[in-house]
């Protein structure tokens, strides 16, 4: 639906088919190449021959794939942590054929691929109809796979350790990125070989590299996220004024369906009600309204009222600016992420009153960011 190139053959177990097997290893690369042609377009796509003399992102790809299965510790990981890290190794460089650009020195950028190249993974595996924990695990490792190549040169590599510890699994990001830096011919191999283990090694010291760092408490973590100067060790006191519930996810999603279920005594700040009532379309500017819904908000947290803010929230931007007002009042958050299939999707909005068009649909899709356990208190997951 979103993607006007989805195969609709490509399924969720199709792909863990794919995923090649002891003792031989062996890829199948002409029905992993076919599946999508976001990966075609990857043997077309030039890289910067100082970085990547092997030449298109194509052939980097399958290079950084074959390094990946060769490796003794990929080999040595369960079957569903070696299908996770395989497709995220696979699909790593898929963004780079949107934002890649020819500077005016000559050399080939392709700044913003990792963003790019998660959103398009997302896209790509929801239509596969991946569970959402696999999923969102592979967009997390593309999203950061070149973290470990500079981890150690940031002012605060501790600190910037522990925020990736929750945002993916730092042992599979070394992984990856280890093989993603043999995957390549470049005269600094070795020194970003050493980057990486040195990345490592800042994981593990900082106590995170096999799991998320452990906070005292939920507070304790969503601070550390929100304040830059704060100590992870800090075990924060936990008194909120009342509890808010933020919904998140696409129109025709379930959203209203779930509030009716389960806070159904909850007054509700809905964005969409008070568009309504302004008479402001989805697609006119939505000042007025979020300043209505803001209003609204802070009389219940003044008030220490429980309540749910029902909008999108699909992208952490606009999640932010929600959270952080709520923050301010002292309130607990918990984040209500809810998804259903492509084509269910479909069907609940042509089912609305107020149907969403498919264009901003698409556009939402395309734009979407699924809430993370650091960004609230807590985070559930509806599917």
Same mark, same amino acid.
């Given at each position: !639906?979103? /993607?006007?190139? !989805?195969?609709?053959?490509?399924?969720?177990?199709?792909?863990?088919?794919?995923?090649?097997?002891?003792?031989?290893?062996?890829?199948?690369?002409?029905?992993? =190449?076919?599946?999508?042609?976001?990966?075609?377009?990857?043997?077309?796509?030039?890289?910067?021959? +100082?970085?990547?003399?092997?030449?298109?992102?194509?052939?980097?790809?399958?290079?950084?794939?074959?390094?990946?299965?060769?490796? /003794?510790?990929?080999?040595?990981?369960?079957?569903?942590?070696?299908?996770?890290?395989?497709?995220?190794?696979?699909?790593?460089?898929?963004?780079?054929?949107?934002?890649?650009?020819?500077?005016?020195?000559?050399?080939?950028?392709?700044?913003?691929?990792?963003?790019?190249?998660?959103?398009?993974?997302?896209?790509?595996? =929801?239509?596969?109809?991946?569970?959402?924990?696999?999923?969102?695990?592979?967009?997390?490792? +593309?999203?950061?796979?070149?973290?470990?190549? =500079?981890?150690?040169?940031?002012?605060?590599?501790?600190?910037?350790?522990?925020?990736?510890?929750?945002?993916?699994?730092?042992?599979?990001?070394?992984?990856?990125?280890?093989?993603?830096?043999?995957? &390549?011919?470049?005269?600094?191999?070795?020194?970003?070989?050493?980057?990486?283990?040195?990345?490592? !090694?800042?994981?593990?010291?900082?106590?995170?590299?096999?799991?998320?760092?452990?906070?005292?408490?939920?507070?304790?973590?969503?601070?550390?996220?929100?304040?830059?100067? /704060?100590?992870?060790?800090?075990?924060?006191?936990?008194?909120?004024?009342?509890?808010?519930?933020?919904?998140?996810?696409?129109?025709?999603?379930?959203?209203?369906? =779930?509030?009716?279920?389960?806070?159904?005594?909850?007054?509700?700040?809905?964005?969409?009600?008070?568009?309504?009532?302004?008479?402001?379309?989805?697609?006119?500017?939505?000042?007025?309204?979020?300043?209505?819904?803001?209003? /609204?908000?802070?009389?219940?947290?003044?008030?220490?009222?429980?309540?749910?803010?029902?909008?999108?929230?699909?992208?952490?931007?606009?999640?932010?600016?929600?959270?952080?007002?709520?923050?301010?009042?002292?309130?607990?958050?918990? +984040?209500?992420?809810?998804?259903?299939?492509?084509?269910?999707?479909? &069907?609940?909005?042509?089912? &609305?009153?107020?149907?969403?068009?498919?264009?901003?649909?698409?556009?939402?899709? &395309?734009?979407?960011?699924?809430?993370? +356990?650091?960004?609230?208190?807590?985070?559930?997951?509806?599917?």
């Amino acid at each position: !639906m979103m /993607r006007r190139s !989805m195969n609709p053959a490509v399924t969720h177990d199709h792909l863990l088919s794919l995923v090649p097997t002891g003792p031989q290893w062996r890829v199948d690369w002409a029905a992993i =190449w076919g599946l999508w042609p976001e990966l075609g377009t990857l043997d077309t796509c030039p890289q910067d021959p +100082i970085h990547h003399a092997e030449g298109d992102v194509g052939t980097h790809t399958r290079l950084v794939v074959e390094a990946l299965i060769a490796d /003794r510790g990929w080999q040595m990981l369960d079957r569903d942590e070696q299908t996770n890290l395989f497709w995220a190794a696979v699909l790593h460089d898929v963004g780079k054929p949107a934002v890649t650009r020819i500077e005016d020195d000559g050399r080939v950028s392709s700044r913003g691929h990792s963003r790019v190249g998660a959103s398009i993974a997302r896209e790509l595996l =929801w239509h596969a109809g991946s569970p959402f924990g696999w999923r969102e695990a592979i967009c997390g490792l +593309i999203l950061h796979h070149q973290l470990p190549f =500079w981890l150690i040169e940031r002012p605060d590599p501790v600190r910037l350790a522990i925020e990736t510890s929750w945002r993916c699994r730092v042992d599979h990001l070394c992984l990856h990125a280890k093989a993603d830096a043999l995957g &390549r011919i470049c005269q600094d191999q070795q020194a970003i070989l050493e980057s990486v283990g040195l990345a490592a !090694m800042t994981f593990e010291e900082a106590g995170c590299f096999g799991a998320p760092f452990v906070f005292a408490n939920d507070e304790s973590r969503v601070a550390f996220f929100d304040l830059e100067d /704060r100590d992870p060790h800090y075990a924060a006191h936990e008194e909120f004024k009342c509890t808010v519930t933020v919904m998140s996810g696409l129109p025709g999603a379930g959203k209203d369906t =779930w509030i009716a279920k389960h806070r159904p005594d909850h007054p509700v700040v809905s964005l969409d009600i008070i568009r309504d009532e302004l008479g402001v379309s989805p697609t006119d500017n939505q000042g007025t309204v979020i300043q209505a819904a803001q209003e /609204r908000a802070r009389e219940y947290l003044r008030a220490g009222t429980d309540f749910v803010w029902n909008a999108t929230n699909v992208t952490r931007l606009n999640r932010s600016k929600v959270l952080r007002l709520l923050r301010d009042y002292g309130a607990r958050i918990e +984040i209500v992420y809810v998804e259903v299939s492509p084509t269910q999707l479909r &069907r609940q909005n042509r089912d &609305r009153p107020d149907a969403v068009p498919e264009a901003v649909l698409d556009h939402l899709a &395309r734009k979407l960011e699924p809430p993370e +356990i650091w960004e609230a208190h807590q985070v559930t997951i509806v599917r």
